[in-house]
């Protein structure tokens, strides 16, 4: 089983994915009018970060792989805070108290 992380988005929208890849490709499905090309809306994101916000993302190379540029993207969209790792919380059950707990704690009382 593949460990999956989940991301805030700066918009609200939570993302998921378990490598770089999968991360902008989620990110790409909630846009409304993204290319089909991930290669292309990395392009995007950097054009929408530069004339909107006067932000230079870094998207990595277009002669590169894109795998490599998805994870270069993902490490400056983190960096420049359009994404957050979303903590999960887990619940863990209180463990039993051992009967040397339950005496030092009396004597320490």
Do not use: N
């Amino acid at each position: 089983m593949r460990r999956s992380l989940t991301f805030a988005y700066v918009d609200g929208r939570e993302i998921q994915g378990a490598t770089p890849r999968e991360v902008l490709e989620a990110l790409r499905a909630g846009e409304s009018a993204a290319p089909s090309d991930l290669g292309r809306f990395l392009d995007l994101i950097y054009s929408r970060a530069a004339l909107t916000f006067s932000i230079a993302l870094d998207v990595g190379d277009p002669r590169a792989s894109v795998d490599v540029r998805c994870r270069v993207a993902l490490a400056s969209l983190i960096q420049h805070g359009w994404l957050r790792v979303k903590e999960d919380r887990v619940s863990w059950p209180r463990a039993r108290p051992t009967p040397s707990a339950d005496r030092k704690a009396r004597a320490a009382a």
